[in-house]
């Protein structure tokens, strides 16, 4: 029993497994609607979004030196507004909006990069800025001339803009299969097979270890900064085509979700110290829970809170369990 | 306390008071309103809280820590002060209310931090969240507006011709420097935040000093939230939001190291007092309310990228 129990204790993955399993149970057994093949399928979707920005985080935190980042939800803002305002207003070609709109993502998860890796600035204070100067330029792209000087959403869009956030293959979301999917097996590649994730891991872990072992710190941060970027600019574009609509505060908020689950998913917020599997599941557990909440009928003001308590209280349970042991 | 004129320019602290002095200049010569008494007050006003609640917050900075939860804090407090307000209680008994409800949840932030050894940033991310679920409860979605006119003279009130709420900033600030400097709790906390283990080693009582920090930045904040309620006469279930951001930027902007250790609460008014400064002369040249955050995220790197150059490459 005591290796079962230390091993619980140790592993993450299968804390959090377990945990996912009985929230599972829990909502089968009594919540009603929870256990058909319409709501188990129709629920990863919401999933995405969040499971996105998620990833994102986790390679910055994994990064080390104070990685974070603050702005993954002003990103995602700035990104629905350019996409929208290019096909809704400027009536260009939806193909062409969309890859404006992630190239824009790209680019300003490069700017975080290289302020962090090449001047050095910390990155809390680095995203802090950011998060106020995309905010504001999301604000600014979303005025309409015509209409006056307000923000303004864009919901005109072409039926065939819809495809990525509506459709579904097989019952299953397009989303989930065609983007989260493949994401988060390219990720995996990266961190785990591919010679990134040592240096990724090397840089998190022991910075001037890694450097005297000849990797570019600089360049990893540079590039975790601007995958983050990436990540928060293909949630943009899913929230726009899902919700039909790109609207200049869609993105409120995200970046704490988004730091939560990856915490909740197991990693060290000092860096060096987490895996993609983790985050994977804390993502499947905080859907679950907004997802067996609202079917029960608990009211949408609670998903914060429950978010709040699972992240503190796994946490706090880890460390109980940990200090239990060494006696 | 003894530093030589260059050692003063070099300091964080006259970077952003040189930006200060050049944009209340530049808003004076291009607005015919900055320099009205009317304005300066409503300044004064709105830093206020932002000021107080950095007293607190520069502390546990200075400690390594930090905490988000501040802006869910404030919308918490100011509930509870409308409510009571509403009711038609006493004054004292809600100032009294206000700065307990800050209290109970720094004091709840600062035992999870020092008694459960969970990082400061993962506490109050999850308070922060729980806190705004507790608050939406409370206000069951709705509004609370027309507070009775009793309290408002601490928002609104002068002496002097500066307002109450900003001498009661001041006096907090002039306190609690003195604190940080000469007394033992107050060195303690810079000594957690250089080294932990050599102020462990050291005999200073870590698990005392995390918890009075974060107490006490609850407290501060709770009172903060008082004056919102008592300058806007409403409360809204969005009360506080991003408020945390507010008050971190005006913090790291007055040269407190986010990696602790270092940092001063003058230095953190300065800071308040930029973002204050900008947001207001915004208004006044009729900029777009829009632009206002991308000109703050702009200040705030431009005052770090002068420290970067000056330090030559040492991370600050």
């Not at chain 2, 830093?47 to 918490?76: E, R």
Request: net charge positive; aromatic share 10%.
């Amino acid at each position: 029993m005591k290796s079962v129990f230390n091993q619980i204790v140790e592993n993450r993955m299968l804390f959090l497994l377990i945990l996912f399993l009985i929230l599972f149970v829990i909502f089968s057994v009594g919540v009603r609607g929870f256990f058909t093949f319409y709501n188990l399928t129709n629920m990863t979707q919401y999933g995405v979004e969040l499971g996105l920005l998620a990833l994102a985080e986790m390679l910055v935190i994994l990064s080390g030196g104070g990685g974070i980042d603050l702005s993954v939800g002003s990103m995602l803002t700035l990104v629905a507004m350019v996409i929208g305002v290019l096909i809704g207003r400027a009536g260009l070609n939806p193909s062409l909006s969309i890859i404006i709109g992630i190239l824009a993502g790209l680019g300003m998860g490069c700017v975080n990069g290289i302020l962090v890796s090449y001047l050095r600035i910390l990155p809390l204070i680095v995203t802090l800025a950011s998060l106020y100067i995309y905010k504001s330029l999301a604000l600014i792209v979303a005025v309409d001339p015509r209409f006056g000087p307000n923000p303004m959403p864009v919901s005109n869009f072409p039926e065939n803009f819809y495809f990525v956030g509506q459709f579904r293959v097989g019952g299953i979301p397009f989303q989930v299969l065609f983007i989260f999917l493949p994401v988060i097996l390219i990720l995996y590649f990266l961190l785990e097979k591919h010679a990134f994730g040592r240096y990724l891991y090397g840089v998190g872990s022991n910075e001037k270890a890694a450097l005297f072992s000849g990797i570019s710190v600089t360049r990893v941060r540079l590039v975790v900064y601007t995958l983050a970027g990436l990540l928060s600019a293909l949630s943009g574009w899913i929230i726009t085509s899902r919700i039909a609509s790109a609207r200049p505060d869609i993105g409120l908020g995200y970046e704490m979700q988004a730091i939560t689950i990856a915490v909740l998913g197991g990693v060290n917020i000092k860096g060096g110290e987490g895996t993609i599997g983790g985050v994977v599941l804390g993502v499947a557990i905080i859907t679950l829970l907004y997802n067996g909440m609202q079917l029960a009928g608990i009211h949408q003001i609670w998903q914060l809170g429950s978010l709040g308590l699972v992240l503190v209280g796994s946490v706090f349970l880890n460390q109980l369990l940990l200090a239990r042991r060494k006696f | 306390m003894n530093m030589s004129r260059g050692q003063f320019f070099r300091k964080r602290e006259f970077t952003v008071l040189g930006l200060i002095v050049v944009l209340a200049i530049i808003f004076s010569l291009t607005t015919e309103r900055f320099l009205s008494v009317s304005n300066l007050t409503n300044l004064l006003v709105q830093l206020a809280g932002t000021a107080i609640s950095a007293i607190g917050m520069t502390m546990v900075i200075i400690t390594g820590g930090i905490d988000v939860s501040v802006g869910s804090i404030l919308g918490m407090s100011s509930v509870v002060a409308g409510k009571l307000l509403m009711a038609n209680f006493p004054v004292v008994v809600i100032l009294g209310a206000a700065i307990a409800t800050g209290l109970l949840f720094g004091f709840f932030n600062g035992s999870l931090v020092a008694y459960g050894k969970i990082p400061p940033i993962i506490v109050t991310l999850g308070m922060l969240n729980i806190i705004r679920s507790l608050l939406f409860q409370l206000l069951g979605g709705r509004w609370i507006s027309g507070v009775p006119p009793a309290i408002r003279v601490i928002g609104l009130g002068k002496w002097l011709g500066i307002p109450i709420s900003m001498w009661i900033a001041l006096i907090l600030i002039l306190f609690f420097t003195y604190f940080l400097n000469s007394r033992p709790l107050g060195r303690a906390i810079y000594a957690v935040g250089n080294n932990i283990e050599a102020a462990r080693v050291s005999g200073v009582n870590l698990t005392r000093t995390i918890l009075f920090v974060y107490a006490l930045t609850g407290m501060l904040v709770g009172f903060a939230g008082l004056i919102y309620v008592a300058r806007t006469g409403i409360v809204q279930t969005n009360t506080g939001t991003g408020f945390e951001l507010e008050v971190i930027a005006a913090v790291v902007l007055g040269g407190t190291s986010i990696l602790g250790g270092k940092g001063t609460i003058v230095g953190s008014l300065l800071g308040a007092f930029l973002v204050g400064i900008i947001k207001n002369g915004m208004v006044l040249l009729n900029v777009p309310a829009l632009s206002e955050g991308l000109v703050i995220g702009a200040l705030i790197l431009i005052s770090v990228v002068i420290d970067v150059v000056r330090a030559r490459g040492e991370r600050i």
